[in-house]
């Protein structure tokens, strides 16, 4: 019953460095995306993937890449951080892109300095 | 600008008291959902209510929706401290595929 797992749950980053955040679900959901909370923004789409297999650019791609590896995992990737990427980061699947709710992971909270 | 707005960006009431708060959008939905947020976590999925429906119940939550206003409100009754969160609304659209797009949310402060 574990839902959305996102790692790491925090994380600094100078910038120019890069990292993976990582996400996995296991309700064999079949779309997953990648949004960023900033205050005051409410959640932007990052990136998502309707199916495995399949990626697309969300509202706010720039700087980002994404990896559908599987089913289950859906990896975002941030090949040289900037400090205008410190957010939180959220995961989320579902079991199709509309008509479904979506179910979150716990975040993982980036600062690049 | 955003899609969906939520009205008011912020709301304290008294423990018992019923707290309502408002969405407006601006492109045709095929669905609008409503999410709880607590602090330092992730967004919870509350109640999803379809272009075709005006009215759902989930509990102690109302939820209503005028698609001719483009509008949705979420009430909720008999308020605990437990409901001290953040809400947002957010719509389920088509922009060149199927997306929810959330609004800025509301916080809600329940005094005790």
């Known amino acids: 019953n574990a839902g959305v797992t996102q790692t790491p749950k925090f994380q600094v980053l100078k910038t120019g460095q890069s990292m993976t955040l990582q996400c996995a679900q296991d309700?064999?959901?079949?779309?997953m995306y990648w949004y960023r909370q900033d205050p005051g923004m409410g959640l932007r789409l990052i990136y998502y993937?309707?199916?495995?297999?399949?990626?697309d650019k969300g509202e706010v791609p720039n700087g980002y890449n994404v990896s559908r590896l599987n089913k289950r995992e859906f990896s975002l990737r941030l090949e040289s951080a900037a400090p205008s990427q410190t957010s939180v980061y959220f995961c989320a699947s579902s079991q199709a892109p509309g008509g479904y709710g979506y179910t979150f992971g716990s975040g993982t909270r980036l600062t690049v300095v | 600008s955003q899609q969906g707005e939520e009205d008011p960006q912020a709301l304290s009431i008294q423990e018992g008291e019923n707290a309502t708060m408002n969405c407006s959008y601006k492109?045709?939905?095929?669905?609008l959902q409503w999410y709880r947020q607590n602090s330092g976590r992730g967004l919870v999925h509350l109640i999803l209510?379809?272009?075709?429906?005006r009215e759902k119940h989930s509990g102690r939550l109302r939820v209503t929706l005028d698609t001719s206003k483009k509008s949705s409100s979420l009430l909720i009754t008999a308020s605990r401290a437990a409901d001290t969160a953040s809400y947002f609304c957010a719509t389920d659209i088509f922009q060149g595929a199927q997306k929810l797009v959330f609004g800025q949310g509301t916080r809600l402060t329940i005094n005790p």
């Open positions: 309700m064999n959901h079949n779309s």
């Open positions: 209510i379809r272009s075709n429906e």
């Open positions: 492109t045709s939905i095929n669905n």
């Open positions: 993937s309707a199916s495995e297999g399949t990626t």
